[in-house]
């Protein structure tokens, strides 16, 4: 019964036995983000929902930076332990430094326009 419950509680599945624990409704849509991914951690043994993510998790991913130039590629985790220390992350940075500075600098022009033409 508590396997049951701690089903229910994770995500919807058309194998529930019992209606929301928190609403009491019959449907519990506001639990279907947690479900709508199925490379989600947890696959569910009722439904099956997730059973893709081991496969997922053993193909070959690009590195994050692939589009800046980055050649990396390699199964999740390594992909996930590359981008802690990836040679573009730096760039990165300044790029996202230099987006943020010309967005204030678009703000203040956009406020000062407005107040030109009141």
């Not at 919807?12 to 019992?18: E, G, N, S």
């Not at 983000?33 to 009722?46: I, K």
Request: glycine letters at 6%; aromatic letters at 8%.
């Amino acid at each position: 019964q508590a396997e049951v419950e701690s089903h229910d509680k994770k995500h919807q599945c058309r194998f529930r036995l019992q209606g929301c624990m928190w609403t009491g409704l019959d449907q519990d849509m506001h639990l279907w983000t947690e479900h709508a991914c199925v490379f989600r951690d947890q696959g569910c043994r009722w439904c099956g929902y997730g059973k893709q993510l081991q496969e997922h998790l053993a193909k070959v991913h690009s590195c994050p930076f692939a589009k800046m130039g980055c050649q990396f590629s390699g199964p999740t985790d390594a992909v996930r332990d590359h981008a802690k220390s990836c040679s573009y992350v730096p760039h990165m940075e300044s790029l996202t430094a230099l987006l943020i500075t010309l967005q204030e600098d678009l703000q203040t022009q956009a406020k000062e326009q407005a107040a030109y033409h009141q």
